[in-house]
């Protein structure tokens, strides 16, 4: 983002040292101008799309970080359940061997008292010391018992209440399992979404990358031919070529190529706070183009961004400018009169269709070529 920025700061740096280098400079420059808008603007998209997927990674990953603490909890949650239901599982064993225990020491004293009960009954009758001892004995049993059977009963009711407390647990720790896995289950997707924005952002950061590549080589192109046109406004004015009047022929000059205007000067330049200095004349390609006036050729040849760029200077710091051009029937030096074919129409520049962009300077000042023809 940091270094989009900077691109477009020196491209609007060049931009205004272009107005005041030279007098063809920012009406030569407006179909690079375009491309590189159309290349800001195409970077603007990237880098909105790589801003929208980024808060996607990051709301996956804040809900992945959700998601793993849950996780974490459910599992701190499961150990102690198991631990409890491990526990659980101990005291139902223990109370099961306690009541087993006293059940066989239960039917120890019941077989014991059966038995002393059974002994003859003049033995008893005859010993009667023997029977005292023989009562006591029986009642001694029948205490005994009653207390081992409320023990039995009491411990039958713990293990009831065991077995509920267990077989809730164990519910609950199977539903602690579901939640573990749903929560794993959640985590992978999580992931997974993770692993397809940051595959998205590698591609839009790769975009991105090779668009303000393809910037940075169309400023240097535009660099380039403004250090040209400079140049050219440098070299000496012909005193052949002061009598030429061109101002005169204001609003007489006919259009260099008969055509629909597809951008009049002065409107805006899409998706850009930059106006057309030129205009872009819509026409089949092969068509021919015509100079506009008498003048000399000063630049013929192929610029970046320009495709085919063709200028003529018309003497007193008036130039005309035509570009896109599919074919050039002059050559640099050479001298061209009114209406002379000089080029014909075709998309040789950055533009997918055919058409002229045309352009009049005097000075610095661009001027409106709806002005100067008809």
Same mark, same amino acid.
């Given at each position: ?6 691109l ?6 060049i ?5 005041s280098a030279?007098p ?5 420059l407006q179909?690079i101008?375009?491309t ?5 603007t ?5 880098q909105?799309k ?39 599982k101990?005291q139902?064993?223990?109370?099961q061997?306690t009541e087993?225990q006293k059940?066989?020491?239960?039917? #120890?004293h ?9 002994q003859p ?5 005859l010993d009667?010391?023997n ?7 029986l ?12 023990t039995?009963n009491?411990?039958q ?5 065991q ?8 519910q ?21 979404a993770q ?5 998205l ?5 790769q975009?991105?990358e090779?668009k ?30 002061t009598h030429?009047?061109?101002a005169?022929?204001?609003?007489k ?6 055509g629909?205007?597809?951008?009049a000067?002065?409107t805006?330049?899409?998706?850009s706070?930059?106006t057309w ?18 003048g ?12 085919l ?9 008036y130039?005309?400018?035509y ?6 029937a002059?050559?640099?030096n ?6 002379q074919?000089?080029?014909t129409v ?7 269709l055919?058409g ?9 000042? #661009? ?6 023809c008809?």
């Amino acid at each position: 983002m940091l270094k989009t920025k900077r691109l477009i700061f020196i491209f609007i740096l060049i931009s205004f040292s272009a107005f005041s280098a030279s007098p063809d400079t920012t009406a030569s420059l407006q179909q690079i101008n375009q491309t590189i808008q159309s290349l800001q603007t195409s970077l603007q998209t990237e880098q909105t799309k790589q801003h929208t997927v980024k808060q996607k990674l990051n709301k996956a990953k804040l809900a992945e970080s959700q998601v793993k603490q849950q996780l974490n909890q459910t599992k701190k949650v499961l150990s102690v359940k198991q631990k409890n239901l491990k526990k659980l599982k101990q005291q139902t064993q223990t109370l099961q061997q306690t009541e087993q225990q006293k059940e066989s020491e239960l039917d #120890a004293h019941i077989q014991a008292a059966y038995l002393l009960e059974q002994q003859p009954y003049l033995k008893r009758i005859l010993d009667p010391q023997n029977a005292a001892q023989s009562r006591r004995t029986l009642m001694y049993y029948h205490y005994i018992s009653a207390a081992q059977i409320k023990t039995i009963n009491q411990l039958q009711k713990s293990l009831t209440k065991q077995t509920q407390y267990q077989t809730l647990a164990q519910q609950q720790y199977v539903n602690l399992v579901n939640l573990k896995y749903n929560q794993l289950h959640n985590q992978k997707n999580l992931q997974l979404a993770q692993a397809k924005n940051q595959q998205l952002i590698n591609v839009i950061n790769q975009n991105i990358e090779t668009k303000n590549q393809k910037l940075q080589t169309l400023l240097q192109d535009k660099q380039r031919l403004e250090n040209m046109v400079s140049k050219l406004n440098r070299q000496p004015v012909e005193t052949n070529m002061t009598h030429l009047g061109f101002a005169k022929l204001k609003g007489k000059l006919h259009w260099p190529t008969a055509g629909k205007i597809k951008h009049a000067f002065g409107t805006q330049i899409a998706e850009s706070e930059l106006t057309w200095e030129g205009v872009i004349i819509a026409a089949p390609l092969g068509q021919s183009v015509r100079a506009v006036a008498a003048g000399r050729v000063i630049f013929a040849k192929f610029m970046p961004g320009y495709g085919l760029l063709l200028i003529i200077n018309h003497g007193n710091g008036y130039m005309s400018l035509y570009g896109q051009n599919q074919n050039l029937a002059v050559k640099l030096n050479d001298w061209v009169t009114p209406n002379q074919v000089i080029a014909t129409v075709g998309n040789s520049g950055d533009s997918n269709l055919p058409g002229l962009y045309f352009s009049i300077r005097h000075n610095v000042k #661009a001027l409106n070529p709806a002005l100067w023809c008809h």
